[in-house]
Nanobody, 122 residues
Framework: QVALVESGGGSVQAGASLRLSCVYSGRAFSSYTMGWFRQAPGKEREFVSAISWSNTFYGDSVKGRFTISRQNAKNMVYLQMKSLKPEDTAVYYC?????????????????WGQGTQVTVSS
C-alpha cells in the first residue's frame, strides 16, 4: 500500500522561500512519477510540477520560481519554492502515478497526500 505525507508548509511574506517535502511509503518509488498540485479556496486543484524519471514539468505560473527534485534512495520528493507570491497561497498536495508520463494530467495521479498549507502574505 502506497502512502504520501507532505511537510514544510507555513506562513511567509511575499518574496520568501519554502521547501516542501513529501515522503513515500511503499514499493518501487523510483518507477513512480511524482507531482505537486495545489488548491486555493474556491478554486480547482491546479498542477504545479511533476518529475518523471529525469523529466521535469512545471505549470506556467511557477516556471522559473519553483524547482522539483527527488531522492530515490530516501523515497523523497521536494518542491523548492522561491519568490513566493500571495497568489501561491493554497494547500499543496503531493501525488504519485505508478508510471512514466509525457504530459502531466491530474487524472494520471492515483495516490495523494493529505496536503500542507502554504500562506503567502503581501
Amino acid at each position: 500500500q502506497v502512502a504520501l505525507v507532505e511537510s514544510g508548509g507555513g506562513s511567509v511574506q511575499a518574496g520568501a522561500s519554502l521547501r516542501l517535502s513529501c515522503v513515500y511509503s511503499g514499493r518501487a518509488f523510483s518507477s513512480y512519477t511524482m507531482g505537486w498540485f495545489r488548491q486555493a479556496p474556491g478554486k480547482e486543484r491546479e498542477f504545479v510540477s511533476a518529475i518523471s524519471w529525469s523529466n521535469t514539468f512545471y505549470g506556467d505560473s511557477v516556471k522559473g520560481r519553483f524547482t522539483i527534485s527527488r531522492q530515490n534512495a530516501k523515497n523523497m520528493v521536494y518542491l523548492q519554492m522561491k519568490s513566493l507570491k500571495p497568489e501561491d497561497t493554497a494547500v499543496y498536495y503531493c501525488a504519485g502515478a505508478p508510471f512514466m508520463i509525457q504530459t502531466p494530467k491530474i487524472e494520471s495521479f492515483s495516490v495523494w497526500g493529505q496536503g500542507t498549507q502554504v500562506t503567502v502574505s503581501s
